[in-house]
């Protein structure tokens, strides 16, 4: 039978090695909406204050650890399910986690908050328009899937269940990215999650 070992040290040590509290920060979004250059600025912000930090990006997972795994439901769901532990084995090493994945169903999101303790997931909404992403189109991804090109493309033929409550709502659309990642540092430093000088 397997059992987890009692470890002498926890995340609330090796945190306070770095001088932060460990955090997940999951970014959640359509395609387009800007998580990724969101998620990617407020880590250079953090990074810049000596905090230590690492950015889990649902695309560069699809080359690695995500490969096996297509986007039918199954594998959105195994998708969000995999990322989630990895973040949590990185809370647990005292960092503060950026999470940057499309994550469309409300459900696996509130499943990898439980992964972890209160206070130590932040749900953010990286919110733009439909109509906004499509015109952005970075990656060409809504001109194909609306050709029937790309199946199971969420916002055309695959559902994206919006945060009713996140802890945070981005409007890439309204605001530029510089002001949304600071907005992301001070609610860290409101929390609590980083100390000192900015």
């Known amino acids: 039978m397997v059992q ?12 306070g090695v770095k001088g932060q509290v460990p955090l997940i920060l999951w970014m959640t979004g359509l ?56 973040a949590k084995l990185m809370l647990e090493a005292g960092l503060i986690v950026l999470c940057s994945l499309i994550s469309p169903f409300r459900r696996e999101r509130e499943q990898a908050r439980q992964l972890v303790g209160p206070g130590e997931f932040l749900e953010v909404f990286v919110d733009a328009p439909i109509e906004e992403c499509r015109r952005r189109d970075p990656k060409g991804l809504y001109a194909r899937a609306l050709a029937g090109q790309i199946p199971n493309f969420t916002g055309i033929s695959s559902p994206y269940e ?34 000192g000088a900015a």
Do not use: C, Y
């Open 31 to 86: 395609s387009g909406a800007g998580k990724s250059t969101v998620a990617n600025r407020v880590e250079e912000k953090l990074w810049r204050q000596g905090r230590h930090t690492m950015l889990l990006d649902g695309d560069s997972l699809r080359f690695g650890l995500n490969k096996d795994l297509g986007f039918a439901d199954a594998d959105r769901v195994e998708n969000v399910r995999r990322t989630a532990e990895v």
């Open 162 to 195: 919006a945060p009713e409550a996140p802890d945070l709502h981005l409007q890439t659309h309204i605001h530029d990215v510089e002001t949304l990642a600071d907005r992301v540092v001070a609610e860290l430093r409101h929390r609590g999650a980083i100390t």
């Open 4 to 15: 987890r070992p009692a470890l002498t040290i926890g995340k609330q040590a090796r945190a």
